[in-house]
C-alpha cells in the first residue's frame, strides 16, 4: 500500500509498564517495525521516555488484531483509544516510524480534558515535526 489508499486509522496512548526498563523500548520498536511492515500498516509511534503514542493506518481487521495485541501487551499499561475510523478513509502516512518526543508533548492526551477524536490526530501529526523520529 502506498500513500493515497484508503485505509482505516486508529490512534492510541499508553504508558511503559514501570516494571520494566526503558531499554525494552527498542524491541518494542523493532517488533512494531516488523509487523508493520509484514501487515501493510503505516503510521508513527512517539514516546517520551514514559507514554507511546501510535497512529497505524491500514485494514480494519488488521488494526483490530495489533491494538488488541498491545492492550494484552503486559509491557504497557493504560492503553487508550483516542481515535478510531473504521470507515476508510485517505491514508495521512506513506511509513511507519518511530522516535521520541519531550515528556510535555504527550500531555495534551492526558486527564479528562485531553483530546480525542480529529482533534488528537491532527495534534498527534503535527507533533511530529518536533519529534526524533526513524524508519
Known amino acids: 500500500m502506498v500513500s493515497g489508499d484508503s485505509v482505516c486509522c ?12 526503558v531499554s525494552v523500548v527498542a524491541q518494542i520498536w523493532q517488533a512494531s517495525r516488523e509487523r508493520n511492515a509484514r501487515l501493510g500498516l503505516t503510521g508513527a509511534m512517539v514516546f517520551d521516555g514514559e507514554r507511546f503514542c501510535e497512529l497505524l ?3 480494519a481487521d488488521e488494526l483490530a488484531t495489533v491494538c488488541r495485541d498491545i492492550e494484552f501487551d503486559a509491557r504497557h499499561i493504560g492503553m487508550r483509544m483516542l481515535y478510531a475510523a473504521l470507515t476508510p478513509g485517505a491514508r495521512r502516512l506513506s511509513t511507519w516510524r518511530s522516535g521520541y518526543c519531550d515528556g510535555a508533548d504527550l500531555d495534551v492526551f492526558c486527564g479528562p480534558a485531553g483530546l480525542e477524536g480529529e482533534p488528537a490526530v491532527s495534534a498527534f501529526l503535527d507533533l511530529l515535526g518536533r519529534c526524533s523520529l526513524s524508519n
Open 57 to 59: 493506518e491500514g485494514d
Open 10 to 21: 486508529v490512534l492510541w496512548l499508553s504508558q511503559l509498564s514501570p516494571l520494566l526498563h
